[in-house]
């Protein structure tokens, strides 16, 4: 039985039916893993193609993981897991409580038919060039959180434009990619709105705010709050154990800051709540039950998960502002 087989008029693409005869062969293990495939010139010369047919059949196999290439020698039969539609790059910046409900939202959502590698970049630019680089051509989506990092687009340029999908934070530079994304700017002007009332019982709020990983967006939100309802502030790029002042509320991106403000009020004997007042990013379980229970500014990750999971498998080429809320306990 030929391997491939092609036939005129029946309204599929001829590189599709490349695809086809070859996934055809794996399941009935005439193509074992390791086997060679017909050389692109064999294929194209015995059915009258252009090689860039023969190729682009090739290519799409290779980024669903079934074939993979060796400069110079051919294309060789890598998984008999032809039932892989999808083979998607997912690049996280990091992995927490809150980035894994997200990454677990999106495996429930993406579907049987789509294996899915996911890789950190730990907010390192090179570390982010060489995953990018090593992965381009290898996957059919390409999904990446580029946080704040400069360069990052440049980057991100250099893989297939209609196979990418921009998670967690975009820019200008990316706004031609499809993406779910926090608005951070609005997201915590909104939140500062809702817990305005609270807010006046303090005489000033203080944001620590490294500036490294933390999007730019939440200070700028939260400088056109204050500005706008005339709260007296102070932006501090690390809280070093500074003295706690009574009346002050601190707006704590990092939870490594978060630890460290709360082992200093007790060291100090203050009560949160009442002597001062802490707003923390992003929920966690813990959050519910520290110090009686921490107020928050978070999107939904489940739902960051689930959208963007919606979105790849659809192939849908829009761009998504994630809900935001301020979730109010004790703590403010």
């Known amino acids: 039985m030929k391997l491939i087989t092609i036939q005129n008029n029946i309204g599929v693409p001829k590189y599709r039916q490349i695809i086809g005869s070859i996934e055809k062969a794996i399941e009935e293990s005439r193509l074992p893993r390791g086997v060679k495939l017909p050389s692109v010139n064999k294929i194209s010369m015995e059915f009258s193609l252009s090689r860039d047919t ?105 893989l297939p434009v209609d196979e990418v999908f921009i998670l967690d934070q975009t820019n200008s530079e990316l706004e031609a990619y499809p993406s779910v994304h926090q608005n951070f700017a609005k997201d915590i002007y909104d939140a500062l709105l809702q817990g305005r009332q609270r807010l006046q019982m303090y005489r000033k709020m203080i944001l620590i705010f490294p500036g490294f990983r933390e999007p730019l967006g939440m200070k700028e939100g939260f400088l056109k709050f204050c500005s706008d309802y005339q709260f007296e502030f102070e932006v501090i790029p690390e809280f070093d154990q500074r003295a706690i002042s009574n009346g002050e509320v601190y707006i704590i991106p990092n939870d490594r800051d978060l630890v460290r403000v709360i082992e200093k009020s007790n060291a100090m004997g203050l009560v949160l709540g009442t002597d001062f007042g802490i707003i923390s990013y992003n929920e966690t379980p813990l959050k519910k039950i520290v110090a009686n229970g921490i107020t928050t500014i978070s999107t939904d990750f489940i739902a960051m998960g689930r959208i963007m999971a919606q979105m790849v498998a659809e192939s849908r080429k829009t761009q998504i502002q994630n809900q935001s809320a301020l979730i109010m306990r004790r703590s403010l």
């Open 54 to 158: 023969v190729l682009l059949a090739y290519e799409e196999l290779k980024k669903r993981g079934i074939v993979f290439a060796i400069p110079g020698k051919g294309y060789y039969v890598k998984s008999t897991e032809v039932a892989i539609e999808q083979k998607i790059f997912l690049l996280f910046d990091e992995l927490n409580s809150f980035k894994e409900d997200l990454y677990n939202a999106f495996l429930a959502n993406i579907g049987s038919k789509a294996r899915v590698d996911i890789f950190f970049h730990h907010f390192n630019i090179n570390v982010f060039r060489k995953l990018v680089d090593d992965a381009n051509g290898n996957y059919t989506r390409y999904v990446i959180m580029p946080t704040n990092l400069s360069l990052a687009a440049d980057v991100i340029k250099t």
